[in-house]
């Protein structure tokens, strides 16, 4: 592509020769080739800009920048403004603009986004919509399935995703859209067909994330500055000021009688060997009943969101029941299919307020014992490891106390901590370092009726120790533990 194709929407602050080629862009120096353009950006630990010599010695010649940078004269330096910013419009220019040829949907919110983002892919796939999505458990569509990042991935990787799905057939993409995405310019020029808004907590608040509460709030404003439409929960009340603010139409959901999606009552049920919410729904002037393959009744606002926008779609309430019995969400609240008589649930809670989340979600489900498994990251504060003891050891029958992500700091350490907590809020516990013995413990201790959760590990595949991500799955040790067994 010529170089004026690519920077078409760049302000530079010198003239160039527009006509040549390039076959690339990048933001990482170990990517840099020739006939790439290197984007110098600064981040919060390191800055693009040192680093432009060493893409000038892997053959680039074509730098943008924010100021100065030490290559040969024979290299050609733009400058701009904001490098992130025209990082986005060179990447949307470069992919040839996949998010015009997609029915874009965005979600974002402190809550629900990973889950609502599955929800919506599975109601609209059940009505033949092939659906891409994009997110913090990675981006996949068809039968493709890629790592990513970030929840909402750096602009470059955002449009070249999208445009793979639009290659591969797809006619719509659903995408996280952190608070983060929004501030460091990752969804620039982008357009949404729709733009859901689940929720409002404090939340990535400090160094390198948000100054303030305010600010955090004011990035989740931008995703509806760029929608078409807006699918709001009304319930929460900053969604109802979003609502009142927004220029494109608005649909409510929420449990409140002015919602235009209402629901009416949720009921957390048992069904074969899933945990799931059953709820009535009224919209559109009728009532419905649906179960969502989920547990926990938030599950149910979730499901909601994502009729309100398949409704968009012209999606069937009976489309939308194929596809809610059939979603999965890796590692958030999955439940591991197997044939026992006890139930495992894997889940990404690492903290006190998810874990006691998650566990107030699965006493609701009729139960023999509540037994959870997990552990503490290493190098995290103290207060953390606190919370989880204290929550584990008031509602759990049984905590089982064991590595997660011990990386440089002594595991049985960091046990000791969350022991001490669970022991101070009267509980039970078993301290196993080893995760996968920990995991064949537990299950060999199940006992029908039993809910084990697995916490976490969530989606992750791989445990970090001592500055090493090494292979590690909870689902492998576990299925390898009753194959063993049959």
Known sequence: MKLKE???????????????????????SRKAREHTMFVCLTGARTDGHIFARNAYDTGCRVFLCEKEIDVPSD????????????LAVC?????????RDLALIGITGTKGKTTTAHIVKAVLESAGIMTGIIGTVGAAFGDVQLATVNT?????ELQKLLRMMCDAGC????????SLGLKFHRVDGMRFAVGVFTNLYPDHIGTNEHASMEEYAGWKKQLFRQCDLAVIHTDDPFGAEIASECACP?????????????????????RE????????????????TF???????????????????????????????????????????????????????????HNGVSLQSMLETLAAYDHNRIIALYGSVGSRTEIRRRELGLVSGAMCDLSILTSDDPDFEDPTAIIREIASSVEEAGGRHVDIPDRAEAIRYALSIAEPGDILLFAGKGHEEFMKVRGEKLPFSEKAVIFQWLAERK
Do not use: W
């Open 6 to 28: 690519i920077l078409s929407g760049v302000e530079v602050a010198a003239p160039f020769d527009g006509e040549l080629d390039i076959t690339d862009i990048a933001y990482d």
């Open 75 to 86: 290299a050609l330096v733009l400058f701009c403004a904001d490098t992130r910013a025209a």
């Open 91 to 99: 990447s949307g220019n470069f992919f040839r603009h996949p998010d």
């Open 152 to 156: 909402t991935p750096e602009s470059y």
């Open 171 to 178: 006619k719509a993409a659903v995408i996280e859209v952190s």
């Open 250 to 270: 608005v649909i409510s959901y929420g449990y409140e009688a002015s919602a235009m999606f209402r629901l009416l009552d949720v009921r957390q049920i048992k």
């Open 273 to 288: 060997r899933l945990l799931g919410v059953e709820f009535t729904a009224a919209f559109d002037g009728r009532k419905d």
């Open 291 to 349: 179960f969502v393959s989920l547990p926990g009744a938030v599950n149910a606002l979730n499901a909601l969101a994502a009729i309100a926008v398949a409704d968009r779609y012209g999606v069937t309430p009976q489309q939308m029941k194929e596809g809610l019995c059939a979603v999965f969400v890796k590692g958030r609240g999955e439940v591991v299919p197997i044939d026992a008589e006890f139930s495992i649930i894997i889940d990404y809670a």
